[in-house]
């Protein structure tokens, strides 16, 4: 698990130090090619889908997998307190583990969310054990309506409630790349 941890962390490394400007790459496209300008990733026919999700908390990275190869690399917020594995309801962290894309809401209190299956059996039986409950609703998601990244100063800050959030242009090469019933594996 170790070594399956620090290849992907190379590797988003590696990807993200390439892709560090997408919104100037994506401009750049569009402006070469303006008849593509209003083609949205979830309209490309030829968008290869991920088969994992590898969320690296501590280097705030999410990596979109297809086997082993790195398709591509978010920078994220997470939850305010994200050392740490979720507990229980209101504690304001991501949880850490394996868990399954339940389903997409192209409808929520964010620009798109993929709900995550948090909790799973272990973490029910952890919080029944403290007397608390485990909480949930746990999703990968875009900005909220009506704010903008710089003014919530993502993604430096971890404004979450235990969420993993994106901009809700990378939100729209996630939506496009992954499917309802993908694993996510949240790492430390």
Same mark, same amino acid.
Request: aromatic share 6%; proline share 6%; with cysteine.
């Given at each position: ?11 988003? %490394? ?32 030829v ?83 403290? *007397? ?12 909220? *309506? ?9 993604p430096?800050f ?5 969420? %993993? ?8 090469? %996630? ?8 694993? %996510?594996e949240?790492?430390?």
């Amino acid at each position: 698990m170790r070594r399956v941890i620090l290849f992907v962390s190379m590797l988003a %490394i590696g990807l993200g130090a390439a892709m560090s400007a997408p919104d100037a790459r994506e401009a750049k496209a569009k402006s070469a090619a303006p008849e593509m300008a209003s083609l949205t990733p979830s309209d490309d026919p030829v968008v290869e889908k991920a088969d994992r999700v590898v969320v690296l908390k501590g280097e705030r990275k999410l990596v979109l997998m297809r086997s082993d190869r790195v398709l591509d690399v978010f920078h994220v917020a997470l939850g305010r307190y994200a050392k740490g594995h979720k507990q229980r309801e209101g504690d304001q962290r991501t949880p850490e583990g394996t868990y399954m894309l339940d389903s997409k809401l192209p409808k929520s209190n964010f620009y798109r969310a993929i709900l995550i299956s948090y909790p799973n059996a272990q973490d029910t039986a952890r919080a029944r054990q403290n *007397g608390v409950r485990p909480g949930g609703k746990v999703e990968i998601h875009g900005l909220p *309506g009506g704010w903008d990244a710089q003014t919530l100063g993502h993604p430096k800050f971890d404004w979450t409630d235990g969420c %993993i959030a994106v901009t809700n242009r990378e939100m729209d090469r %996630i939506w496009a790349r992954v499917d309802a019933g993908t694993p %996510i594996e949240i790492h430390p």
